[in-house]
């Protein structure tokens, strides 16, 4: 379904290079959902924190993005917590600038299609986008900023790279991105990937507004556009790189993940292989018919 205006937004402007570029805002398939704005927008990017039900995990990471409210606009997208951590009163004080809580159908790629909506609508050159479950360490956020201010478009947060470091990551989960993961996104995309899993990324506005990217469809409801965005930003010829950054996972207890079991797992192999095989590219580009329902 389509986004009404957002409140808070009328009278700006989407980026300046996005006259050129297409499809139409009109056109955006963006899920219903809720904004609340807790300040103005100060800088030219921010930062979209995605979050259902993370509880202390999201409010402590916001602890440590504070300190970093000088470089970045903080948004916590939210897919529809209720257990208490997105109360408004919560997250004023730890400098979030808005709350947007999506109300509509979807899960990851409907929360990252409301985040890169408003970012766009509020004129931010570029989006970091972070799970708010705690693992990323968000001390690399200037240097995602950095990159997207050098020119890059598309910035991979890598923990294998020189700088990054993947702490108490499972064995099973380090196999998958080393053996299958990365392997198959960077074939596809014809860029060698090392961390395709990570959600710790950098998007700019010119490839979000990229006439041939196309990333407001509904198809993307999972874990599709992540994958898409990787293979389709270097197969346009966009700017692709890798940044170290840190993702640990705690020593003890439950592994804070959305993916369970055989099921999401394999759920997941299969959103891998319909990305890798170019199914969600805009339809008719190849004469091809390609997926454009709701998954």
Not at 46 to 63: K, M, P
Not at 81 to 98: F, I, Y
Not at 111 to 116: I, K, L, V, W, Y
Not at 180 to 188: F, K, N, R
Request: charged residues 25%; contains cysteine.
């Amino acid at each position: 379904m389509r986004e009404p205006p957002s409140p808070g937004s009328e009278g700006r402007s989407l980026p300046e290079d996005s006259a050129a570029q297409g499809p139409p805002e009109r056109d955006w398939q963006v899920p219903e959902h809720r904004v609340d704005e807790l300040g103005p927008r100060r800088h030219p990017y921010c930062a979209s924190v995605f979050v259902i039900n993370e509880g202390s995990r999201l409010l402590s990471q916001l602890d440590r993005m504070k300190r970093l409210a000088d470089r970045v606009d903080v948004v916590v997208a939210d897919g529809g917590s209720t257990d208490g951590s997105v109360a408004l009163d919560e997250l004023a004080p730890r400098a979030v600038r808005t709350l947007l809580v999506k109300t509509g159908a979807g899960r990851l790629g409907a929360q990252m299609r409301m985040a890169f909506a408003y970012a766009l609508r509020q004129g931010y050159r570029g989006v970091i986008t972070i799970d708010g479950n705690g693992k990323d360490d968000p001390a690399a956020i200037p240097d995602l900023v950095r990159a997207l201010e050098d020119g890059a478009d598309h910035v991979q947060g890598s923990r294998f790279i020189e700088g990054g470091r993947a702490i108490n990551t499972p064995w099973l989960r380090l196999l998958g991105i080393r053996l299958v993961h990365a392997p198959l996104i960077s074939l596809a995309a014809g860029f060698r990937y090392t961390d395709t899993t990570n959600g710790f990324r950098a998007y700019s506005s010119r490839l979000l507004l990229h006439p041939r990217m196309a990333p407001f469809r509904s198809v993307f409801s999972g874990y599709e556009l992540h994958y898409y965005l990787a293979i389709r930003a270097a197969e346009l010829g966009l700017e692709v790189r890798e940044v170290p950054v840190v993702r640990a996972y705690p020593a003890q207890g439950q592994t804070p993940t959305k993916i369970r079991g055989l099921r999401g797992n394999l759920q997941v192999l299969a959103t891998l292989l319909r990305a890798c095989r170019h199914r969600f590219d805009p339809v008719g580009e190849d004469g091809e018919s390609r997926e454009v329902v709701n998954v």
